[in-house]
């Protein structure tokens, strides 16, 4: 089976810098996504990992690590409309017809 | 705009029903797929379909019907729902490769299903 934890809810301060863990136990491993999904809107892309290291794409960073089954989102200048959820996702062994979902952390950036 | 478009956006029905919630996408991806979201539930997989052909179905009641006509359309038929099936129903697309970030999903915005 395929397990993946991700905190429920963080608070951050505009400006100011977050890190989202994400924890996973899957059969086999193809990558780990994740995703950004504003209140009433569709999840969008943000970005995909599946060797060790960081991977920069402007504010937003992701880093993986295969032998701890860890990765995080980290988030640089946070700005208000960076408030939305965040969703780890997992390709396991069953490739891109078996992407498993983690429950997503809301984040609520503040003032 | 993602390129994937649900309809309807909301929808309203009783127990004995039958109504058909509708995904299109202009990607060009071979891959298309039916994902349940709940309030505090992980998104959950329900049906993968691959160049037109389910390859995967996620131990999803009968009462959930899905169609793939082509690679550009998917459908959900519905009939006699629980109100325990009310939730947002999320169509997605891929390229459909498991190489690199082939598996990247394309969402629509979700059909908003509630069942009385």
């Known amino acids: 089976g395929q397990n993946i934890d991700q905190p429920t809810e963080m608070t951050a301060t505009e400006g100011a810098i977050v890190q989202i863990n994400c924890t996973y136990q899957t059969s086999g491993f193809n990558g780990l996504f994740w995703y950004q999904q504003h209140a009433g809107e569709a999840p969008t892309f943000l970005s995909y990992?599946?060797?060790?290291g960081l991977e920069e794409k402007g504010r937003f960073s992701s880093f993986l690590s295969r032998s701890k089954g860890y990765s995080y989102l980290l988030l640089k200048e946070l700005q208000m409309k960076d408030s939305a959820s965040y969703l780890c996702?997992?390709?396991?062994?069953?490739?891109?017809?078996?992407?498993?979902f983690g429950t997503g952390t809301k984040l609520q950036v503040i003032p | 705009e993602t390129g994937v478009t649900q309809t309807p956006r909301h929808l309203v029905m009783g127990m004995t029903n039958k109504k058909s919630l509708k995904c299109e996408q202009h990607l060009g991806h071979n891959a298309m797929y039916w994902y349940k979201q709940s309030a505090k539930k992980p998104l959950e997989l329900m049906f993968v379909y691959s160049l037109e052909e389910r390859v995967e179905n996620n131990s999803v009641p009968s009462r959930f019907s899905p169609e793939c006509p082509n690679s550009s359309h998917l459908f959900l038929h519905l009939h006699t729902l629980q109100p325990e099936d009310s939730a947002l129903y999320l169509c997605?697309?891929?390229?459909?490769?498991?190489?690199?970030?082939?598996?990247?999903?394309?969402f629509g915005e979700g059909s908003r299903l509630t069942v009385l």
């Open positions: 996702a997992v390709m396991g062994s069953g490739g891109y017809q078996k992407v498993t």
């Open positions: 990992n599946v060797l060790d």
């Open positions: 997605a697309s891929s390229q459909g490769t498991s190489g690199g970030a082939g598996g990247e999903l394309f």
